[in-house]
């Protein structure tokens, strides 16, 4: 149904844009921090031309101006740098901390974790190497993608949690509006109907034939006038009590099994176990009559639709199943999901009104418990055990 798959669409459309903020973000991101890295070693480059100047002062010192070396070697309160003499020993270390920078020790174990980590150190003339890691600054932005990932995950969250119970909140106004005034429609036309069966009865009450039809249009009449009742009740909570789901399974394959192609056959199995649940009556007839009807609409004019009962410690299990062509499993939570029908026509409410009525109202579970293509498709409904 195209409502369904629009709103596919836009799901998929906003995923598709979130990632593309993520990896631009996380392009652009990496970016800014390889050419801070680049700059960071330029200033490494420099910082070991500083210390290998204060390192080797010869007996000259005293006519060379040290001045700028020790400027630079200050002005680092970053780069944490280790330079190592061309013998391998450590002859200087910076901004690990005031002690650390004194501890040959931890010097020495922070250069092997340098080298394990395949740190390429900058090297002079005479063989001397320096070691840097990055600075803190790069490695928090590098952390910056994943902070932004997640704030922009926590806000769609959020957005979507406050959105979607905004849009579920006015579907309920709309389905209780439109329930309601449905009800109130039908009204009328069921009190017409009624006066012209009686109409019919007095004009021909010596026919046989007449009084069937009669009957039966009654029938149908009730029915309209049950489904007339339930619309009206959408929207109130409905009142749940002890009974017997049995008779009402049975009630409802009697109805829809007169009003099949005679090539159907309708089979309720004897219960197995115990079938008193808490209900309401009106409204689980309702889910059966539905599950009832989209059978029938899968088998078409031939084919087989039975039902049984069965229970557990917490749950009444009742099983219906029909040998239409099944149902794929990439699609058994997607039919419930209002706005999605494989007909022609309908609106794709019928699956999505039984789930609420199962789920909201009786605290149970409805779903597709098996589907074999052109074999069987079972929907179980779970309603809570009456217990004694």
Known sequence: MKLFVNKSWWKIF???????????????????????????????????????????????????????????LQKNESIPVILVSNTGQITAGKNFGDTQDLD????????????????????????????????????????????????IFTFIVIGYVAVSSIRKAEQNRVWVGMAKETAHQLGTPISGILGWIEHLKFIRPEDEEIKDVASEINNDLAKLDLIAERFSKIGSEPELTIKDIEPMLQKNFDYIS????????????????????????QLLEWVF???????????????TISGVIESDE???????????????????????????????????????????????????????????????????????????
């Open 104 to 151: 040959t020790t931890f010097l020495r174990n922070q250069l092997n974790l340098m080298i394990a980590d395949g740190v390429e150190p900058l090297k002079d003339a005479g063989g001397q190497s320096l070691y840097y890691q990055s600075s803190v600054f790069i490695d928090y932005l590098s952390y910056f993608p994943l902070i932004q990932l997640l704030l």
């Open 289 to 303: 009559e539905n599950l009832l009807r989209n059978a029938l609409d899968s088998i078409g004019k031939e084919g």
């Open 314 to 388: 917490n749950w009444v299990h009742i099983d219906i199943s029909d040998s239409g062509p099944g149902i794929p499993a990439n699609k058994f939570k997607t039919i419930f999901k209002p706005g999605y029908s494989t007909k022609k026509r309908g609106w794709g409410l019928g699956l999505s009104l039984a789930k609420r009525i199962v789920e909201n109202y009786h605290k149970g579970k409805i779903f597709v418990k098996e589907s074999t293509e052109n074999v069987k498709t079972t929907f179980r409904i779970s309603i809570p055990l009456a217990k004694n």
């Open 14 to 72: 906003l995923i598709v844009f979130g990632a593309s903020i993520i990896v631009l973000s996380v392009m652009y991101t990496k970016t800014i921090v390889d050419m801070l890295s680049s700059d960071e070693r330029n200033r490494a480059d420099i910082i070991r031309v500083a210390m290998n100047s204060l390192n080797n002062i010869d007996e000259n010192a005293a006519d060379f101006d040290f001045s700028l070396a020790l400027q630079v």
């Open 258 to 281: 007169k009003r099949a192609p005679r090539n159907v056959t309708f089979e309720v199995e004897p219960t197995k176990g115990v079938s008193t649940g808490i209900v309401n009556g």
